[in-house]
Structures are given as structure tokens and as C-alpha cells.
């Protein structure tokens, strides 16, 4: 574009187009537009690489630093690996050894309680052996009649508790019955209903009223909002009329102005047009005389008869006489 594209085209132009020796004002501002638009693009470009690159390099960056993380992590891992291995180990061996030792010692202590036992069985052996006389009996059994008699006033005892737990507890549900059916009886019954129909009616009313009540209130609410809704609708519809009245009282008188214009600009036209018709009649008359007075007589020649500029200084040159131009007829 520019310049360039000026001469490009004259020179593509065909002979007899006219060719343009200039630039216009248009073509040397488009020219300047296109080199700061192909300006803006380079810098967009640069701008664009350089962040490619940017990216790219943070890209690489990444990807080392992972790389690096990644090995680290791997050795880490090993050597993690390694020492849980090696403690591993050593617990093994740390618990071989506590077992063996526990061991050692269940068997020392299973040894020992059998020497215990057989040591006390010994023992009780040997007491039986010399304790089997007559007196010796006669106390077991006077022992053994005591822990019955011991035993039979406790089984009384707990027998006459329980009788008297279980009297207690009959008493006391034979009470709970007796309040369950003196409170449950017909006259307390019908009482009850009977208050409880008298509380439902006295609710029942009250709802009732306060329906009503609302019913009225609702009413009234609607009849004034319908009224104002009525009075907003009017004066709307009023407003609306007289809008629509204004506009067309101003699209009138618009469509008067613009045929009063209309028929003022034609008649001016049509005074315009006499105008240069008038003064065209004026230059053609003009023209006429002029013509008319450039024939000279045969005394006022000065050429030979004959010749060809006898008569060719004394025309007028009637190319000079064109019709006036509209903008010369308008100054005029």
C-alpha cells in the first residue's frame, strides 16, 4: 500500500486511463495505518516468540527439577528401604533371643508348679494318713452339720425374702390398678370428654371468627387495592391519551412544516431553473452579436481575395464562449 501500490498501479494502469502523479492525502494516511499495523504485528510476534521461549525454558526447568526430585526420591526410598531392613533385622534377632528367654522361663515355672504340686499332694497324703481316727470324724461331721444348718437358715431366710419382695410388688401393682381404675372410671371418662368437646368448640369459634374476621379484612383489602388499581389505570389511560394526542399534534404540524418545505424548495428550484434560463437566453443573444459584428466589409479586409487569413484574424475564437457553470450561475 502507499507509494508503492501508487506506482504499481500506474504502471499496470492501460494508456489511456489517466495516470495519477500524486498521492492523496487518504492514500498517504492508509499508508501510514499499514505501516504501524505491519509495526504492531512484528512487536505481537517478537512478543509472542519471546514468551514461547519463556515457556519453553520454564518448561525445561520443570522438567529438570522433576527429574532431579524424582532421583532423589528413588535414592531416598533406597536408603529407607535399606535401614527398615536392617532394623527389621535386628528385631528379629532381638526377638529370638526374648523368645528363647521367655520360653526358658515357662518351662522353669511349669517345672516348679508340678514340684509344688506334687509337694502339697504329698502333704495331703500324709494329713489324711494321720488324721484317720474316731474323734477326728466326729468333728468333720459336727463341722459339716454346722455349715448345713448354716446353710439351711440362709436358704429360710432368702425364701422369706423373697415372699416378702414378691407381696411388695403385688401390693403395690394391686394400688396402680386401683388408681388406673378410679381415674379410668365412666364418670371421670365422660368429664374429660366432656371438657375436652366444651375446648375443641370453644377453638372451633374462635377460628371461626377469626376467619370470618380475615375473610372481611380481605375483602376490604381487595376493595380498596381494586380502587386504587382503578384510579392508577385511569390516570395511566389518561396520561396515555394525552401522549398519544401530543404526538399527533406534532406529526401534523411536522407534515405541514415539511410540505411547506417541499413546496418552498420547489419553487425555488423552479425560480433557479428561470434564472439560467434567462441568462442562457442572455449569453445566446450575446453570442449572436458577437458573430454577427465579426464579419468585416471589403474595405475593412486587408488580406487578398482569396487568400486564407483574409478572413481568419477577424473571427472571434468561439471556443473562449461556453455555457455558464452552476457554481458560476449561483455566485452570480
Do not use: C
Amino acid at each position: 500500500m502507499g507509494s508503492s501500490d501508487t506506482a504499481a498501479k500506474k504502471e499496470d494502469g492501460s494508456p489511456g486511463s489517466p495516470q495519477k502523479e500524486f498521492t492523496t492525502k487518504a492514500e498517504y494516511n492508509r499508508w501510514l495505518v499499514s505501516q504501524e499495523k505491519w509495526q504492531t504485528a512484528e512487536e505481537m510476534r517478537s512478543q509472542g516468540k519471546a514468551g514461547e521461549e519463556i515457556i519453553k525454558e520454564r518448561q525445561r526447568r520443570h522438567t529438570s527439577q522433576g527429574l532431579a526430585r524424582q532421583q532423589a526420591a528413588a535414592v531416598q526410598m533406597k536408603k529407607a528401604s535399606e535401614s527398615l531392613e536392617a532394623h527389621r533385622e535386628v528385631n528379629l534377632t532381638l526377638g529370638r533371643a526374648v523368645y528363647e528367654e521367655v520360653a526358658g522361663w515357662r518351662v522353669g515355672a511349669k517345672a516348679t508348679k508340678d514340684d509344688w504340686a506334687s509337694y502339697g499332694k504329698n502333704i495331703k497324703e500324709a494329713q489324711i494318713k494321720n488324721n484317720a481316727t474316731k474323734a477326728s470324724v466326729a468333728a468333720l461331721n459336727e463341722n459339716k452339720k454346722a455349715q448345713a444348718a448354716a446353710t439351711r437358715k440362709d436358704d429360710e431366710e432368702k425364701a422369706a425374702a423373697r415372699t416378702k419382695q414378691k407381696d411388695e410388688f403385688q401390693r403395690k401393682a394391686r394400688e396402680q390398678a386401683e388408681k388406673v381404675r378410679s381415674e379410668t372410671s365412666d364418670d371421670v371418662t365422660d368429664s374429660a370428654k366432656r371438657i375436652f368437646y366444651e375446648q375443641r368448640l370453644k377453638s372451633a369459634q374462635e377460628t371461626k371468627a377469626d376467619a370470618a374476621k380475615w375473610a372481611k379484612d380481605r375483602k376490604e383489602e381487595h376493595a380498596s387495592f381494586q380502587e386504587a388499581q382503578n384510579k392508577r389505570r385511569v390516570k395511566s389511560k389518561t396520561a396515555r391519551d394525552l401522549a398519544g394526542k401530543s404526538r399527533k399534534t406534532l406529526l401534523t404540524s411536522r407534515a405541514e412544516e415539511a410540505a411547506q418545505m417541499r413546496v418552498q424548495k420547489q419553487k425555488l428550484a423552479e425560480e433557479h431553473k428561470q434564472r439560467l434560463q434567462l441568462e442562457y437566453q442572455n449569453r445566446a443573444a450575446t453570442v449572436k452579436g458577437v458573430i454577427a459584428n465579426s464579419f468585416l466589409s471589403p474595405e475593412q479586409q486587408t488580406g487578398e481575395p482569396g487568400s486564407p487569413t483574409a478572413l481568419s484574424n477577424s473571427f472571434y475564437s468561439l471556443t473562449n464562449i461556453r455555457p455558464p457553470s452552476p457554481e458560476r450561475a449561483n455566485a452570480e
